[in-house]
Nanobody, 115 residues
Framework: QVQLVESGGGLVQPGGSLRLSCAVSGSMVSIYRMGWYRQAPGKQRELVATLTTSGSTNYADSVKGRFTISRDNAKNTVYLQMNSLKPEDTAVYYC?????????WGQGTQVTVSS
């Protein structure tokens, strides 16, 4: 059974940084295209960052240049480095395959950007 545990969220001021982690058990992150998603209140969940098996990355326009997705195969963990955070980045952040698999959704981690 695959389990994903997201962590690293919190309250941060505009312009600040956070590093999210997604620890995966029961499967290997290196063999799948992985992504970070977010869901803001009243909005649909959206894909913000993708990491392919070859290491290529892709980002939503709203986070391009500010967010960086990466993985540590030895730790079976996917990361999202978020810099220059804006209030509109406030959301619950999740990791999953791209495209997502229902059984792979974790509990997410809350990111709140506010002064």
């Amino acid at each position: 059974q695959v389990q994903l545990v997201e962590s690293g969220g919190g309250l941060v001021q505009p312009g600040g940084s956070l590093r999210l982690s997604c620890a995966v058990s029961g499967s290997m992150v290196s063999i799948y295209r992985m992504g970070w998603y977010r869901q803001a209140p009243g909005k649909q969940r959206e894909l913000v960052a993708t990491l392919t098996t070859s290491g290529s990355t892709n980002y939503a326009d709203s986070v391009k240049g500010r967010f960086t997705i990466s993985r540590d195969n030895a730790k079976n963990t996917v990361y999202l480095q978020m810099n220059s955070l804006k209030p509109e980045d406030t959301a619950v952040y999740y990791c999953n395959k791209v495209p997502p698999v229902g059984d792979w959704w974790g509990q997410g981690t809350q990111v709140t950007v506010s002064s």
